[in-house]
C-alpha cells in the first residue's frame, strides 16, 4: 500500500512538473544548435535545440526571422499558452495560425522547410515565399477554426536577458507532453505499484 501511495504521488508531481512551463513567470533558455540542418534559403529552419532551465534539448520553431540566437546564447523569456500570446500581441487568429503550422512542422520532423518560411512571413512579412509556400501561407491565413493547442508553449524572449550584445532572441514555439501519454506513464506505475504490493506480500 505505502508502495502504491508513493507512486500515486510521483505521477501527481510529474503531471505538476509537466504543466509548469505553460505558466511560470520566466524560464531560462539555451541555444545549442539545429539538429537536422534544415532550412529555407540558407536560414536554418525547425527544429531548434533549446534547453529549458537546464534540462535537456527541446525540438523547437522559431517564429521570428528578423532575430537571431547564436551558438550557446541564454536569456530568459516568459512561456505562455498559444491564446496568452494572441492576447499579448492582439491578434489570436495570428497566434492560432503559427500554432497550427508548429504542429505541422513536428508533424514532419521539420522536412518541409515551407512551414517555418510561412510562419516567418505571416509574423513578420519576410521572407519571400515560393510558390508551394505560398499555397501554404494561402490555406494557414484562410482557416478559421483551429484545434486545440493545449500542449504548446509561446516562449517569448524578454530583452535584455540575453547573454550577447545582440538583438533580442526570438520567439519560440515548444511543446509539453499530451495529457494522454502523462495518463498512460502514470497507469503504468501505479499497475506496476500493485504488482510489488502483491509480491511484497506473498
Not at 7 to 18: E, G, I, K, N
Not at 77 to 82: I, K
Not at 113 to 124: F, G, K, P, T
Amino acid at each position: 500500500m505505502k508502495v502504491l501511495k508513493t507512486l500515486s504521488t510521483m505521477f501527481l508531481l510529474l503531471l505538476v512538473a509537466y504543466s509548469l512551463p505553460a505558466f511560470a513567470g520566466t524560464v531560462g533558455m539555451q541555444f545549442n544548435g539545429t539538429p537536422t540542418g534544415n532550412g529555407y534559403s540558407g536560414v536554418s529552419t525547425y527544429p531548434y535545440n533549446l534547453s529549458i532551465n537546464g534540462g535537456s534539448n527541446q525540438w523547437m520553431m522559431c517564429i521570428s526571422y528578423n532575430e537571431h540566437v547564436t551558438g550557446g546564447e541564454t536569456w530568459q523569456a516568459t512561456p505562455m499558452s498559444v491564446s496568452a500570446y494572441g492576447a499579448l500581441i492582439g491578434d489570436a487568429q495570428k497566434a492560432n495560425e503559427l500554432a497550427w503550422l508548429f504542429t505541422l512542422a513536428m508533424g514532419d520532423g521539420g522536412a518541409n522547410s515551407d512551414v517555418n518560411a510561412v510562419a516567418w512571413n505571416i509574423n513578420e512579412g519576410a521572407p519571400g515565399l515560393s510558390p508551394t509556400a505560398q499555397l501554404l501561407y494561402n490555406q494557414a491565413t484562410s482557416m478559421t477554426t483551429f484545434p486545440s493547442f493545449a500542449t504548446v508553449v509561446v516562449y517569448v524572449p524578454i530583452d535584455g536577458t540575453q547573454s550577447w550584445n545582440g538583438e533580442v532572441p526570438q520567439t519560440f514555439l515548444g511543446s509539453t507532453p499530451e495529457p494522454g501519454t502523462l495518463v498512460l506513464v502514470g497507469s503504468g506505475l501505479i499497475g506496476l505499484a500493485g504488482t510489488l504490493r502483491r509480491k511484497l506480500s506473498a
